[in-house]
């Protein structure tokens, strides 16, 4: 082989393996750049989705409604807290739900039901009395003096019937103008063949003393008698005046009576009056002429049937009932004055409503809650306007829509499991608030209040009178809150018992108010777990 020949393969030799480690190294070269981008495009595309993040507003670090489109401080020095696009969510989600376990739901016994559209038609109960008619009522007494001379019905109760004699009366004056018509009446007929002058004034004489005497309720019968026998009678008979029962009796035999003195009273019970005591809130829902159901305890197997025939124009300040007459027939005479009755007054509907259960209603007396199930294990209490009511139901005008589901059974044991005051403080009137940046945005980003928030810090100074500690605590992140120095309320001041200013302690509070934050209870701790917590010497 020749040396030109051993050159050449030589040369071909080296040429491979330079090609073959050039290749490698750019291989390298070309791996480690595609690891160096993939390592650094996560970070790049973090932080190109934190520069996407946009922020929406700043609220106020402690909870007030308060927000900012820019960033600003609060009086306290503090940074508002910026809400981003995705947060926002999250804000309303969580501001003024509670949280209770599966197992504590199935422990308190929690039902719900769905809100629905139904016709409320409600029955007005009330408690009455039976009362005589008193268009039926009739009073008998003379229109002159005189004395009780005899008496036919000496009974209160007894049943008379119309014209039966009651009693009979001796009345000098009455005496007196039964002579005076007679002497007229015979005075006409003897100047018959007399002048027309004489004759007509002894006319007006004789009419004249007629007119007395039926101006005294002389019956036509008794005056025609005594015209034709032209003698008086000593006596005179009072009747009745209708058919039905002796109510008051005030005549005794013998005694002497003045003119309009009562002497008897006479009621006609063939129909009777039920007064009811209709309650003041129920009073716009009875019409007149509804008719009514009414129910003595004497006849507990029959239903009485009535109108309602009138609704009294005042209310009884005392009771904050008004009078309702209902008229109700007695021809058997079963009802008597007196006997007390339960009256139910039917109402018109006005049509299907919304409404949820009675029981669903929390009244604090001054507002109507009722807690609305999200999902299982959250519920949100919401402020609802009630309107009108049934036995068992009650009309929404607002603040829940058909179909959501609010707790009908155990809401006052979620009121106390998780201390609904706080959280109803927590959250604005309206829970369709409207969106972040317009008017009511602060309704909706409160800090949750309806769970209790935990610190540590030292005491620096309480006032017992007022029921206010002064407490350095640290950083608060369940409100996103620095360390600082801020006041609280206590809810009892024997929280504070065997606690002196400079003493360590953790405490738990809760925001009863706007801005009001109240501590709910407090416990010493250890030096070491308070320095590293609050970064206080």
């Not at 008051?248 to 035999?253: F, G, L, S, W």
């Not at 716009?284 to 509804?290: P, Q």
């Not at 909706?444 to 005491?459: D, F, N, R, Y």
């Amino acid at each position: 082989m020749t040396t030109g020949f051993k050159t050449g393969v030589l040369l071909a030799i080296v040429a491979a393996g330079l090609a073959a480690g050039g290749g490698y190294w750019m291989g390298q070269r070309q791996s480690e750049a595609q690891s160096g981008d993939q390592t650094a495009s996560p970070g790049a595309s973090t932080v190109a989705a934190k520069k996407e993040r946009k922020v929406l507003f700043y609220r106020n670090p402690m909870g007030l409604p308060d927000t900012s489109p820019t960033p600003k401080k609060d009086s306290m020095g503090m940074d508002y807290i910026p809400v981003y696009e995705g947060e926002q969510e999250e804000a309303e989600t969580n501001s003024n739900q509670i949280r209770i376990s599966t197992e504590k739901i199935q422990k308190l016994g929690v039902r719900t039901e769905a809100v629905s559209l139904r016709s409320l038609d409600k029955v007005v109960r009330a408690a009455g009395r039976i009362e005589p008619d008193e268009r039926q009522t009739f009073t008998i007494a003379a229109k002159f003096e005189g004395y009780v001379e005899r008496l036919h019905v000496n009974v209160t109760g007894q049943a008379v019937s119309k014209g039966q004699p009651l009693f009979e009366v001796y009345s000098p004056e009455l005496v007196s103008a039964q002579r005076e018509y007679a002497i007229a009446a015979q005075g006409v007929d003897a100047l018959k063949g007399a002048s027309g002058e004489a004759q007509r004034g002894m006319r007006e004489l004789a009419d004249s003393s007629l007119a007395r005497l039926r101006n005294w309720d002389i019956s036509d019968e008794q005056v025609k008698a005594l015209a034709k026998s032209g003698e008086s009678r000593r006596t005179l008979t009072f009747r009745s005046p209708v058919a039905g029962i002796i109510t008051d009796k005030k005549a005794v035999q013998g005694m002497r009576f003045m003119p309009g003195e009562m002497l008897y009273q006479v009621a006609n019970l063939s129909s009777v009056w039920v007064i009811a005591d209709v309650f003041e809130q129920d009073i716009g829902l009875v019409k007149l002429g509804g008719k009514a159901k009414v129910q003595i305890n004497a006849y507990p197997d029959k239903m009485f049937q009535g109108a309602v025939s009138y609704v009294y124009p005042t209310l009884k300040p005392e009771t904050r009932t008004v009078q309702v007459r209902v008229d109700l027939s007695n021809t058997g005479g079963l009802l008597k004055p007196g006997m007390f009755a339960q009256v139910e007054l039917p109402t018109a509907s006005k049509g299907t409503v919304l409404t949820v259960p009675t029981s669903a209603v929390i009244d604090s007396g001054t507002r109507q809650i009722v807690l609305v199930q999200l999902k299982e294990g959250r519920f949100e209490p919401r402020d609802v306007k009630v309107g009108a009511r049934s036995d068992d139901r009650v009309e929404v005008i607002e603040g829940v829509r058909e179909g959501e589901q609010v707790v009908i059974a155990a809401n006052f044991l979620i009121d106390a499991e998780s201390n609904l005051k706080a959280a109803v403080g927590g959250f604005g009137h309206s829970s369709h608030g409207t969106k972040p940046g317009a008017q009511g945005t602060p309704d909706l980003i409160k800090p949750a209040a309806s769970v209790g928030h935990q610190g540590e810090g030292k005491v620096e100074e309480f006032d017992a009178k007022a029921g206010t500690v002064t407490i350095a605590h640290g950083s608060i992140p369940t409100l996103k809150w620095p360390a600082m120095s801020m006041e609280f309320r206590v809810s009892n001041n024997g929280l504070l018992e065997g606690i002196k200013p400079g003493a360590l302690v953790a405490f738990e509070f809760v925001e009863r108010g706007q801005g009001e934050w109240v501590i709910t209870s407090v416990k010493p701790v250890g030096s070491a777990a308070a320095n590293a917590h609050t970064g206080h010497n």
